[in-house]
């Protein structure tokens, strides 16, 4: 099974070179998209040279501009998009093709993520559940996209783009229609990516607090008042499905000052806490 992985890049050159170092050492067929908006902070000397990418630099409209336009281009069976501040774990695609090739009935599978620090160094991870329709529609960020992957029927034959009307909770709005649209959905219980808690994250923003508002007001009336309850019913998932237990773990990935080969880390006390 042939992957499309898509990135959207602006001015993030240092971070992009660890993203595409993870993605070419996976080990599997693939195609790596990085979508650039003309960065000018020196990422086009090299990205346009990189045999280990196809790179297409244009102006776009935001960050699901740029990945609709990658999307455009994808020849894969599989697909996902990975930020420029993420990483694939070693074995992850590896993972995530067994999985759809033992299971031809789900269209979308999500697998967990590890939070570090821009150093490398383990802060939280998140274990994923398959999202339900009203929670999104409260929590729209509930997943994590580093950590989400789609048969390409998804954006074909149910037609489910990414709208860049949204800037930063676009990610949970395209959750919220793929749910709507009845896709099939598991998770893949490992660690299949790294999340860079960079300090600079567009989840940090004030917008998307804002959009998360403007989000949630499109939700029916009579779920508003139900916010909090939705919350709690959540989270009584996640601890049916044991998801607030782990135990110490390794992984690796590439650093800042080990940019050309991955590093071994520990996460000696995990945690499911997130901590900004």
């Known amino acids: 099974m042939k992957f499309s992985i898509i990135t959207p890049s602006f001015r993030n050159s240092d971070w992009l070179k660890l993203c595409v170092a993870s993605v070419a050492d996976q080990g599997v067929e693939h195609e790596h998209i990085v979508q650039d908006a003309v960065s000018e902070d020196g990422t086009l000397e090299w990205l346009t040279r990189d045999a280990r990418v196809r790179a297409f630099v244009e102006k776009d409209s935001g960050m699901y501009d740029a990945i609709n336009r990658g999307l455009s281009k994808a020849r894969g069976e599989l ?18 093709a067994k999985f759809f090739e033992a299971h031809s009935e789900v269209d979308v599978l999500f697998g967990d993520a ?14 994923t559940l398959v999202p ?11 997943t994590l996209t580093c950590a989400t992957f789609f048969r390409r029927s998804v954006i074909d034959t149910r037609r489910i783009l990414f709208s860049p009307e949204w800037k930063v909770i676009g990610d949970g709005e395209w959750m919220l229609r793929v749910i709507q649209s009845g896709a099939r959905m598991a998770v893949l219980r490992r660690f299949t990516s790294v999340f860079v808690h960079t300090g600079h994250n567009l989840s940090l923003e004030s917008r998307a607090q804002e959009e998360a508002r403007r989000f949630r007001a499109s939700a029916p009336v009579w779920l508003k008042p139900l916010r909090h309850p939705v919350l709690w ?8 499905r044991g998801v607030y237990s782990q135990q110490p773990f390794d992984f690796s990935l590439y650093t800042p000052g080990n940019p050309d080969q991955r ?4 996460a000696a006390k995990p945690t499911f806490r997130w901590r900004w």
Not at 263 to 266: G, V
């Open 233 to 240: 019913h959540h989270r009584l998932r996640r601890w049916r």
């Open 79 to 96: 697909i996902a998009h990975l930020n420029c501040d993420e990483q694939y774990l070693p074995g992850a695609l590896q993972a995530v």
């Open 114 to 127: 590890v939070v570090v620090n821009p150093e490398g160094d383990y802060l939280w991870h998140r274990k």
């Open 132 to 142: 339900r329709l009203w929670h999104t529609w409260m929590w729209p960020l509930s």
């Open 263 to 266: 590093l071994l880390k520990r």
